[in-house]
T-cell receptor, first 115, second 115 residues
Framework: DTAVSQTPKYLVTQMGNDKSIKCEQNLGHDTMYWYKQDSKKFLKIMFS???????INETVPNRFSPKSPDKAHLNLHINSLELGDSAVYFC??????????????FGEGSWLTVV | AQKVTQAQTEISVVEKEDVTLDCVYE???????LFWYKQPPSGELVFLIRRNSFDEQNEISGRYSWNFQKSTSSFNFTITASQVVDSAVYFCALSYDTGGFKTIFGAGTRLFVKA
């Protein structure tokens, strides 16, 4: 069983469209994340949720809206897609936020291409 | 500042050579954690190791070894007798409490192992 799963794995869409990426973890973790990896492989955190509560919101355009219906799911919705949004988006999870040393486990990534 | 620096952008070695990937970090926190992740060409991010700031013992796991030195703020990763399957991008990461339990990543080092 995949620990952190995200769908779709590949997404090609036109500028201006709205799209969502879904993420689910079956590790029983309390904290979930979205990371963005750009074309130069740089990984940057976008959002972090703990038990459905937003705890980290980096400087991300408000076209990006995370939604956590329960602690096992964290979806990412993107409005009005732009060319610069093309990247790989990684969902991840870890145990409680109470310990910064909790290992983050990543999904396989969602390759988003905006044309 | 909280920062992770991987100065080596790309390294190319021939199979069976030993290779060391450097990681230097900066943090104000006294309690922090360091990680290494591997990203093979298939794209997923694989957790390799976690170290806390109070444990400077070196660690060996098969052909992999890690050298943590607080005096130089470094957490270097050595692959002994490299193999083609080691070809990947390797990320060093720092996790700390200040500002909300963040984990930040270095820019990654791309390792090419040639047969």
């Amino acid at each position: 069983d995949t620990a952190v799963s995200q769908t779709p794995k590949y997404l090609v869409t036109q500028m201006g469209n709205d799209k969502s990426i879904k993420c689910e973890q079956n590790l029983g973790h309390d904290t979930m994340y979205w990371y963005k990896q750009d074309s130069k492989k740089f990984l940057k955190i976008m959002f972090s949720y703990n038990n459905k509560e937003l705890i980290i919101n980096e400087t991300v355009p408000n076209r990006f809206s995370p939604k956590s219906p329960d602690k096992a799911h964290l979806n990412l919705h993107i409005n009005s897609l732009e060319l610069g949004d093309s990247a790989v988006y990684f969902c991840a999870s870890s145990r409680s936020r109470g310990d910064s040393g909790n290992t983050i486990y990543f999904g396989e990534g969602s390759w988003l291409t905006v044309v | 500042a909280q920062k992770v620096t991987q100065a080596q952008t790309e390294i190319s070695v021939v199979e069976k050579e030993d290779v060391t990937l450097d990681c230097v970090y900066e943090t104000r926190d006294t309690t922090y954690y360091l990680f290494w992740y591997k990203q093979p060409p298939s794209g997923e991010l694989v957790f390799l190791i976690r170290r806390n700031s109070f444990d400077e013992q070196n660690e060996i796991s098969g052909r992999y070894s890690w050298n943590f030195q607080k005096s130089t703020s470094s957490f270097n990763f050595t692959i002994t007798a490299s193999q083609v399957v080691d070809s990947a991008v390797y990320f060093c990461a720092l996790s700390y409490d200040t500002g909300g339990f963040k984990t930040i990543f270095g820019a990654g080092t791309r390792l090419f192992v040639k047969a």
